[in-house]
């Protein structure tokens, strides 16, 4: 291959027109709400939509006890690897199925991803669960999805709204609730395009609006009309010559994570529209690492960002294409 060839490659991956989209967040958030209104949306604006079902409410629906509280430890965990199990061929299931789709942009919705069993369980025993499972949380929260919207319960602001009996899934107290959903909060974080709706807000109304505006920016529909800050924790040497993070200004007990990030721009083409700036990304930390390719492209006068998981394999191919 020349380099003028690898300067200008053919994006043409069977993917890149799928996007996918998890709605997670604390019980009694409307998620269910938001999801038939953002697929109705997407619908009128061309894209064939996809929805995922919770695999937990499946699985209730089937006959099986989920109230984790009457569970030991063991009973918890092989709850959460069915339940994981399940959650991944689904989710495979409906990304094979949008590959079917051709000439229209698939958006896949998905109610509650893979990591929102951690929310359920011990830090010990999430873990171990990862380990047994043979995966990571980089690998199943980054590759897996393309954006994460995470709506927050309505126990969390809105008290008066919180109902428990709403779901039959559902069996929190309004502070196991906001528990639960602070822990959401956390285990998904790390997402590049993470976006939560809370409910400083007027009316329910309004939440549903601002999570279909955020589905918008996640598509590339705003570029140009949002910005996201991100910080740079010096490293400093502590006892022994050991090197450590210390995040400034944070509140004790408050999280965070510590990532490498490579960003290589690249030559490429698409038939999509004019390509504006293209480049492929590796992030991630403890040798667990997720590849992106993002492109920017301009069409009848608009500009719109699109992103994709690739694989190591493609990111070091096209990572020859660097300009």
């Not at 030991?72 to 965990?77: D, P, S, V």
């Not at 689904?90 to 199925?97: G, K, M, W």
């Not at 995470?150 to 196991?176: C, Q």
């Not at 992030?283 to 992106?292: P, S």
């Amino acid at each position: 291959m020349t380099p003028s060839t690898r300067r200008n490659r053919m994006i043409s991956d069977s993917r890149v027109n799928i996007t996918r989209i998890l709605l997670t967040g604390g019980p009694c958030a409307g998620k269910t709400t938001a999801l038939a209104a953002i697929s109705q949306d997407l619908t009128q604006l061309g894209y064939k939509v996809l929805v995922v079902p919770e695999a937990a409410t499946l699985i209730m629906k089937g006959g099986a006890m989920i109230v984790s509280s009457g569970f030991t430890e063991q009973q918890g965990l092989l709850f959460q690897k069915a339940l994981m199990k399940l959650q991944i061929s689904l989710e495979d299931s409906f990304v094979d199925i949008g590959q079917m789709v051709e000439g229209t942009p698939v958006v896949i919705l998905i109610d509650r991803g893979l990591l929102d069993g951690s929310a359920y369980v011990s830090q010990n025993n999430w873990q171990a669960l990862l380990d047994d499972l043979g995966c990571n949380t980089v690998m199943l929260r980054d590759n897996r999805y393309d954006a994460v919207l995470h709506l927050v319960t309505a126990a969390d602001g809105a008290e008066k709204f919180y109902a428990s009996l709403n779901n039959e899934a559902r069996y929190e107290s309004v502070e196991e609730a906001v528990n639960k959903d602070r822990k959401l909060r956390e285990a998904y974080l790390g997402h590049q395009k993470w976006y939560m709706v809370d409910n400083s807000v007027d009316d329910f109304n309004m939440k549903i609006n601002k999570a279909k505006e955020r589905v918008q920016e996640a598509l590339g529909h705003k570029v140009g009309q949002s910005f996201y800050k991100k910080f740079l924790l010096k490293k400093n040497v502590g006892a022994q010559g050991v090197r450590t993070s210390v995040p400034v200004n944070f509140d004790k007990g408050q999280s965070f994570e510590e990532s490498l990030c490579y960003e290589t721009f690249i030559g490429c083409t698409t038939s999509e529209g004019k390509v504006i700036e293209s480049s492929v990304e590796k992030k991630g930390n403890n040798r667990a690492f997720t590849y992106t390719h993002k492109i920017l492209i301009e069409r009848n006068g608009q500009k719109m960002q699109k992103k994709r998981s690739i694989s190591a394999s493609e990111y070091v191919e096209l990572e020859q294409s660097k300009v």
